[in-house]
Every structure is written in C-alpha cells, then in structure tokens.
C-alpha cells in the first residue's frame, strides 16, 4: 500500500467559509477518527441560496458542489466526502471523477444496518425529511430496516445557541423526537443533520432511551479512508460498466468549458482518453 499520506476533501453544500465555527467543529472532530498521516479539507460552495428547502434551489447549487468535488480531484485530493444530509448529486458526482466518493445519508444508513435491526432518523426541517430524506431511504432500498425519519421543529437559533454552549432547548427537542422513535421500535438513532450531529457528540449524547446515536460524521472519515485503502491495495474502483459510465475526460471538458465551469483553468486529460 502507498504510504502517501491520505487527504480528504470534506464537502458541504453550503458556503462554509461564511462559518467559521461549524468549519472548526468538523476539523476537530475528524481529527479524533483520522489515523496518523491523514488530513482533511473542508470545502463550501462559492455561494449558494438562502436555504435548500426547495428541490429548485437544491438543483442549482448543485453546480457550485459540482466545480468544487471536480476541483479537489485536480488538486490531489484522494477521496470525496460529502458531509451533507441531502447526499447532493451523488451518481453525477461518481460520474465525474474517478477518486471515491462517500456520502453521510447513505453512509448511515448502511453502517446503522449492522448496529441495529431498525434504525431512524432526526430531522429538524419539514422540506429536508420530506423532499429529501424520506426519498434518499427508498432510493438506498433502505425500507426494511428504517422505521421512519421523524421531523422535530428546532429552529437554527436553537442551533446557534448550542453552538455557543447553551444546548439545553437543542437537547430538549433531540431527547424528544428520539424517545419517540424508540417508542415506535427503533435501535439506531441517526440524526438527519451534520451539525445537530456534531453538537450530540460534543455534549456525549450518544444514546437516546438506550439507542445508540451513530456518529455519522466519524463513519463518514472512516468510510472514506477505507475506501483510499481498497483503492491503493487492491484497486478497487467506482465500476465504469453500466450504471456509472462516464464520458471521456475530454468530452466532460468540452462540457464545462460550454457551460463556463472552470474559466481559466487548464483542463486536465486522461493520456489516452
């Protein structure tokens, strides 16, 4: 196995640099699961909506996660981690590059199987349980073992405040929704948010009525190392036959130079391809 040292790319769906605190959250506590040698990058968009409560706008963000996942496979990085609930573009995404991406909705998911019978998940936004989640378990065939995703209204003035040191209302509605969950059967808890996931695992929420609360953000950097490993050891590789086809580097390029993605940018081409 190369001894290079493993970098992921952390991408959010929203222009993390305007948070500083969220992005130093992450970093640290990655940092807890990464093993010696590993790095990690957290990456936003340049800009984006005010939310992504509307598939609409959800569409065209996706362009801004696009450049940046394309971007960090340019720059070196070894693996993609999408540390988004909504599991953005994840097929166009495994079209366009050829390092791994992994995801946090259905990293979860597949990981809360072996934990657990039945797993459930948090949200605290009406649009992302519905529009979003609720889909993301069908697509992943996940049915049989999710006893349904279960939407508290925690407002992100709660989740400011927690940030702060004050997680009392946060906790409150958390405690809540999950007890409710486990009263209707669940053994996992998954919270449908990367940052109400951060917040559990820095006040040790880590059971909820005696169901374990699966850190997503630590399986999804384990998840990703895991993946680099398989590569450089065995080479395994997103599979080019059937679903995930790609186009050529070229043909993908003389798309982005159509649609303007990468101004000023050299592009770079498979020799060959």
């Given at each position: 196995?190369?001894?290079q040292?493993?970098?992921?790319?952390?991408q959010?769906?929203?222009?993390?640099?305007?948070?500083?605190?969220?992005?130093r959250?992450?970093?640290?506590?990655?940092?807890?699961?990464?093993?010696?040698?590993?790095?990690i990058?957290?990456?936003?968009?340049?800009?984006?909506?005010p939310?992504?409560?509307?598939?609409?706008?959800?569409?065209?963000?996706n362009?801004e996660?696009?450049k940046?996942?394309?971007?960090?496979?340019?720059?070196?990085?070894?693996?993609?981690?999408?540390g988004c609930?909504?599991?953005?573009?994840l097929?166009?995404l495994?079209e366009?590059?050829?390092i791994?991406?992994v995801?946090?909705?259905?990293?979860?998911?597949r990981?809360a199987t072996?934990?657990?019978?039945?797993f459930?998940?948090?949200?605290?936004n009406?649009?992302?349980?519905?529009?979003y989640?609720?889909q993301?378990?069908?697509?992943?065939?996940?049915?049989?073992w999710c006893?349904?995703?279960?939407?508290f209204?925690?407002?992100f003035?709660a989740l400011e405040?927690?940030?702060?040191?004050?997680?009392?209302?946060?906790?409150r509605?958390?405690?809540?929704?999950?007890?409710?969950?486990?009263?209707?059967?669940?053994?996992?808890?998954?919270l449908?948010?990367?940052?109400?996931?951060l917040?559990?695992?820095?006040?040790g929420?880590?059971?909820?009525?005696g169901?374990p609360?699966?850190?997503?953000t630590?399986c999804?950097?384990?998840t990703?190392?895991?993946m680099?490993?398989?590569?450089?050891?065995?080479?395994?590789?997103?599979s080019r036959?059937g679903y995930y086809?790609?186009?050529t580097r070229?043909?993908?390029?003389?798309?982005?130079?159509?649609y303007?993605?990468?101004?000023?940018?050299?592009?770079l081409r498979?020799?060959?391809?």
């Amino acid at each position: 196995m190369s001894q290079q040292p493993i970098r992921i790319a952390w991408q959010s769906s929203r222009p993390v640099q305007n948070f500083p605190a969220y992005t130093r959250a992450i970093e640290e506590h990655a940092a807890r699961y990464m093993s010696p040698g590993t790095s990690i990058a957290v990456r936003g968009t340049g800009f984006g909506p005010p939310n992504l409560d509307y598939q609409l706008f959800d569409f065209l963000n996706n362009v801004e996660v696009l450049k940046s996942v394309v971007s960090a496979e340019r720059e070196g990085f070894d693996v993609v981690a999408v540390g988004c609930v909504l599991d953005p573009i994840l097929d166009e995404l495994r079209e366009a590059v050829d390092i791994p991406v992994v995801s946090f909705s259905e990293t979860a998911m597949r990981v809360a199987t072996t934990l657990g019978h039945k797993f459930s998940i948090l949200t605290h936004n009406e649009p992302i349980a519905t529009k979003y989640v609720s889909q993301l378990v069908k697509r992943y065939g996940m049915e049989p073992w999710c006893a349904g995703v279960v939407n508290f209204d925690l407002s992100f003035e709660a989740l400011e405040e927690a940030m702060k040191g004050n997680p009392d209302e946060c906790h409150r509605l958390t405690t809540a929704a999950a007890e409710q969950a486990v009263k209707q059967g669940v053994e996992v808890i998954i919270l449908g948010c990367g940052l109400l996931n951060l917040l559990a695992m820095r006040y040790g929420w880590n059971r909820f009525a005696g169901a374990p609360v699966l850190d997503v953000t630590g399986c999804l950097v384990k998840t990703a190392e895991m993946m680099v490993a398989l590569r450089r050891v065995a080479g395994v590789e997103v599979s080019r036959v059937g679903y995930y086809s790609r186009p050529t580097r070229m043909e993908a390029d003389e798309l982005y130079d159509l649609y303007g993605l990468f101004p000023g940018k050299t592009r770079l081409r498979a020799t060959g391809d």
